[in-house]
Nanobody
Framework: QVQLVESGGGLVQAGGSLRLSCAASGRTFSNYDMGWFRQAPGKERVFVAAISWSGGSTYYAGSVKGRFTISRDNAKNTVYLQMNSLKPEDTAAYYC??????????????????WGQGTQVTVSS
């Protein structure tokens, strides 16, 4: 069984920063690409960022490019999302997930499984 646990969310003013963490239980964590999605109340879950298994390639939604940075530490079975210059529209529950083998469209929610429980990020203006 693979389990993912997100942490690091909270309340922050616009322009501030937060770092989210996603801790994975599986020993094969380092073999899989990982991603972050977010979901605001009443909205669908949307892609935020993804990272290859080695950490050598990263991908970002246009809305967060230049402000967010995804990274991973395979020795710690953890993926991170550093969020800078936060805006009120970044307010959402943030989820990490594992990319399914053989799936290469990182923006599609259907290409992920083993979702975490989510961590809430609220940005005030």
């Amino acid at each position: 069984q693979v389990q993912l646990v997100e942490s690091g969310g909270g309340l922050v003013q616009a322009g501030g920063s937060l770092r989210l963490s996603c801790a994975a239980s599986g020993r094969t964590f380092s073999n899989y690409d990982m991603g972050w999605f977010r979901q605001a109340p009443g909205k669908e879950r949307v892609f935020v960022a993804a990272i290859s298994w080695s950490g050598g390639s990263t991908y970002y939604a246009g809305s967060v490019k230049g402000r967010f940075t995804i990274s991973r530490d395979n020795a710690k079975n953890t993926v991170y999302l550093q969020m800078n210059s936060l805006k009120p529209e970044d307010t959402a529950a943030y989820y990490c997930a594992v990319v399914r083998q053989g799936r290469y469209d990182y923006t599609s929610m259907g290409n992920y499984d083993y979702w975490g429980q989510g961590t809430q990020v609220t940005v005030s203006s």
